[in-house]
């Protein structure tokens, strides 16, 4: 099977940095994306690995270490509006098939 | 740009009785998904078309569920009967290559949260 695991709850503080795991069984997956959800609105996008590396946009950054079937996305200058759900997902096969995650709530306090 | 609009955003009905939810994808995505989403959980994959073809509907529970996309554009997505089981948020999902990812990226609607009484 294909299973990919993240923290289920983690919290974290205004203006700090806080970074998300994502774990996922190396063979089959050939990219891996996050979405971000706030509470019952859809899964953003925020951003896609497929090399391995570390890819910067804004305040949020996403790793990816395919050989180690790890990835991570970092918050910096954490703010209130990013208390939501973090979904990791993998991509498989040919039809670019997207495995998700259980997701993680991150709560940011003040 | 208008995004991918679902309707009816809540839905509460009866066991056994039908339901069907809507979905309109962005403008010139070919690609339409149906996700499943319940409590806590990640969205699953019902249903891939590609135009109007269904590419994947190997997780479709096809004794109950049914969808189509007849014209390519617009989709429905209908159970019935419905089952207690079957409580959870509808996600519709359109994709393209985007340029900002450079692979094919899924944008999601609002989802139609279900509950089945």
């Known amino acids: 099977g294909q299973n990919i695991d993240q923290p289920t709850e983690m919290t974290a503080t205004e203006g700090a940095i806080v970074q998300i795991n994502c774990t996922y069984q190396?063979?089959?997956?050939?990219?891996l994306f996050w979405y971000q959800q706030h509470a019952g609105e859809a899964p953003t996008f925020l951003s896609y690995?497929?090399?391995?590396g570390l890819e910067e946009k804004g305040r949020f950054s996403s790793f990816l270490s395919r050989s180690k079937g790890y990835s991570y996305l970092l918050l910096k200058e954490l703010q209130m509006k990013d208390s939501a759900s973090y979904l990791c997902a993998g991509i498989s096969g040919g039809y670019n098939k997207l495995i998700f995650g259980a997701g993680t709530r991150l709560a940011v306090h003040p | 740009e208008a995004g991918v609009v679902q309707s009816p955003r809540y839905k509460i009905i009866e066991k056994k009785q039908p339901v069907a939810f809507w979905c309109n994808p962005i403008s010139g995505h070919n690609t339409l998904y149906w996700y499943r989403q319940n409590l806590g959980q990640g969205p699953e994959l019902l249903i891939r078309y590609e135009n109007e073809e269904a590419v994947d509907d190997s997780q479709l529970p096809k004794d109950r569920f049914s969808a189509e996309r007849l014209k390519g554009v617009d989709s429905t997505l209908k159970i019935q009967p419905a089952e207690l089981g079957d409580s959870a948020v509808y996600l519709c999902a359109s994709s393209s290559w985007g340029r900002e990812s450079n692979t094919d990226t899924q944008y999601f609607g609002p989802g139609t949260r279900l509950t089945v009484l």
């Open positions: 190396t063979s089959g997956f050939n990219g």
């Open positions: 690995n497929v090399l391995d």
